[in-house]
């Protein structure tokens, strides 16, 4: 079965870093694009940017350039979104995503909560 | 960046009924990059037209798409009771990829 399996629900403190992780199988990870897509509470999906695990190309939305960091390990099939310092408005719920042969994003994990407190 | 325009924000409409949302982009995009995803509460979006009409795996024939360069539409033809949900179209045309910011289909 193709999959991506997202990391727990994360309760962090602002200032704090994080990484939170996205894990493909029954697929060949090193050939299709992962996204990332953060979904604030009550709002709607914002793109945040993707990843090529294959050579680790890495293309970010400008809302979230230097904000965020990218990365995929591909020899565990995972990929990566870091924080170095979170803020409280970084509360929400991220979701990666495979870019399918078809050019749409046709996997989707079950996303990862993230909250920050003040 | 493409700016993704979706209409109505919100869509009350009864079982049996067909609905119509639209998805406009700010400037033209090839079909090809253009899809549809559905969101219910608690759950991650699921793929539902991508390439502008072509129906994802699994998806029931009552779900169509069309348009082309600025104007996209997504059609139920038959409302179901598990179609109530909220629908976003996207582009991965040109970087960035956008989202539209959603149609919430709602029971009339």
């Known amino acids: 079965e193709v999959q991506l399996v997202q990391s727990g629900a994360e309760v962090k403190k602002s200032g704090e870093s994080l990484r939170i992780s996205c894990k493909g199988s029954?697929?060949?990870?090193?050939?299709?694009?992962i996204a990332w897509v953060r979904q604030m509470p009550g709002k709607g999906l914002e793109w945040m940017g993707l990843?090529?695990?294959?050579?680790?190309?890495?293309r970010y939305s400008p809302s979230f350039q230097g904000q965020v960091t990218i990365s995929a390990d591909k020899s565990i099939t995972t990929a990566f979104l870091q924080w170095s310092s979170l803020k409280a408005s970084d509360s929400a719920m991220y979701y990666c995503?495979?870019?399918?042969?078809?050019?749409?994003?046709?996997?989707w994990g079950r996303g990862t909560m993230v909250a920050v407190s003040p | 960046e493409i700016v993704m325009t979706q209409s109505p924000v919100t869509l009350s409409l009864s079982p049996g009924e067909r609905a119509t949302l639209s998805c406009r982009a700010s400037?033209?995009?090839?079909?090809?990059?253009l899809s549809w995803y559905q969101q219910k509460p608690g759950q991650a979006p699921r793929l539902l037209i991508y390439?502008?009409?072509t129906r994802a795996s699994g998806v029931p024939a009552r779900f169509s798409g069309s348009g082309s360069g600025t104007d996209f539409t997504l059609t139920i033809s038959s409302l179901q009771p598990e179609d109530f949900a909220v629908y976003y179209c996207?582009?991965?045309?040109?970087?960035?990829?956008?989202f539209g910011q959603g149609t919430k289909l709602e029971i009339k």
């Open positions: 995503a495979r870019r399918g042969s078809s050019t749409a994003f046709d996997i």
């Open positions: 029954g697929y060949s990870f090193t050939t299709y694009w």
């Open positions: 990843i090529y695990p294959g050579d680790s190309d890495t």
């Open positions: 400037q033209s995009v090839t079909s090809t990059y």
């Open positions: 390439g502008a009409s």
């Open positions: 996207q582009q991965d045309y040109n970087l960035p990829y956008t």
